[in-house]
């Protein structure tokens, strides 16, 4: 499933194609993603602006210049793709196939500027697990698919105060609290493993012991937050990782997969200069999780 890096990566791709563009034709190809596509999409698109491309948590957004927002979610197999003048933007040696040539296309959006056609995105999923929903944009916050929502942890808004006060008093395992949407929007099963090798803290732990008794912030808590922002920024940087159906907008691959130090490294040495460890997989909630138990205490 793309986590917030590959969503992201696929939102500046989309970005400087769409903003301030015109949609000039909306057409679906199947009344159906995941879930039915919603009634009249066509033409609350059609002929309108969009007005700014945005990401909340693995969620594309469409804002339109009519009060609507269209919220996209690539599901496990999902890409948007950039056709301009009828040729996919896309290096042909590192471009990932994708399913049969327009067999799983199911929408396609022409995009329009000053009157002039420039070219058009298409929706390609093989497996129809993501979606299309459609928002008032003065009530998106208020939307089912983004209300409750926790925290964006890209940027500079997560620190070791604020992830202290989210984890305050919670028993559940650490990696488990780092999974929960209602707390951090957008992190997944790679980044959380990877941030929490870099901050030496087992996934095992219980949530809350990394926090003072009065809820306040300690050491644990800003290498954490640190952590994670940081391999979120590289991962970003690299273009995601591409490891089964994660494609960025113009067709190449994403690389931080060659970056992991512990995600999908069981048996492998531990790469700390300082630990003689060996990476182990265990499961939590049905997930692998991968860690050092040596380092990660």
């Known amino acids: 499933m793309p986590e917030l890096p590959e969503v992201e990566t696929v939102r500046r791709g989309l970005a400087p194609f769409l903003e301030g563009a015109v949609i000039s034709r909306f057409e679906a190809r199947r009344p159906d993603l995941r879930f039915a596509l919603p009634t009249g999409i066509e033409n609350a698109c059609k002929d309108r602006v969009i007005v700014?491309?945005?990401?909340?948590?693995?969620?594309?957004?469409?804002?339109?210049?009519?009060?609507?927002?269209?919220?996209?979610?690539?599901?496990?197999?999902?890409s948007w793709r950039i056709e301009a003048n009828g040729v996919s933007q896309q290096t042909a040696d590192t471009y990932h196939p994708r399913g049969k040539a327009g067999l799983h296309d199911h929408l396609v959006l022409d995009i329009a500027r000053a009157g002039q056609p420039t070219g058009r995105i298409i929706y390609n999923d093989?497996?129809?697990?993501?979606?299309?929903?459609?928002?008032?944009?003065?009530?998106?916050?208020?939307?089912?698919?983004?209300?409750?929502?926790?925290?964006?942890?890209?940027?500079?808004?997560?620190?070791?105060?604020?992830?202290?006060?989210?984890?305050?008093?919670?028993?559940?395992?650490?990696?488990?609290?780092l999974l929960d949407q209602r707390l951090i929007a957008g992190l997944g099963n790679i980044y959380v493993c990877e941030a929490l090798w870099r901050s030496r803290l087992s996934p095992r732990r219980r949530a809350?012991?990394?926090?003072?008794?009065?809820?306040?912030?300690?050491?644990?808590?800003?290498?954490?937050?640190?952590?994670?922002?940081?391999?979120?920024?590289e991962a970003v940087e690299a273009g995601g990782s591409s490891l089964r159906d994660h494609i960025?907008?113009?067709?190449?691959?994403?690389?931080?997969?060659?970056r992991f130090k512990v995600y999908d490294r069981e048996g492998e040495a531990c790469p700390r200069d300082d630990c003689d460890g060996v990476v182990?997989?265990?499961v939590q909630s049905g997930r692998s999780t991968f860690h050092c138990p040596k380092c990660q205490r």
């Open 52 to 78: 700014g491309l945005g990401r909340r948590a693995k969620y594309l957004l469409f804002h339109l210049d009519n009060d609507t927002t269209l919220i996209s979610h690539l599901g496990m197999s999902g």
């Open 126 to 177: 093989p497996r129809r697990f993501g979606f299309l929903l459609q928002s008032r944009t003065s009530e998106l916050d208020r939307h089912p698919a983004l209300a409750g929502l926790g925290i964006e942890p890209l940027g500079n808004a997560l620190g070791g105060d604020v992830l202290a006060e989210l984890l305050h008093g919670r028993t559940a395992p650490l990696k488990a609290a």
């Open 208 to 233: 809350g012991s990394i926090v003072r008794k009065n809820g306040g912030a300690t050491q644990r808590t800003d290498r954490l937050a640190a952590a994670i922002r940081a391999v979120l920024a």
């Open 248 to 258: 960025r907008a113009d067709g190449t691959l994403g690389y931080f997969q060659h």
């Open 280 to 282: 182990r997989r265990i």
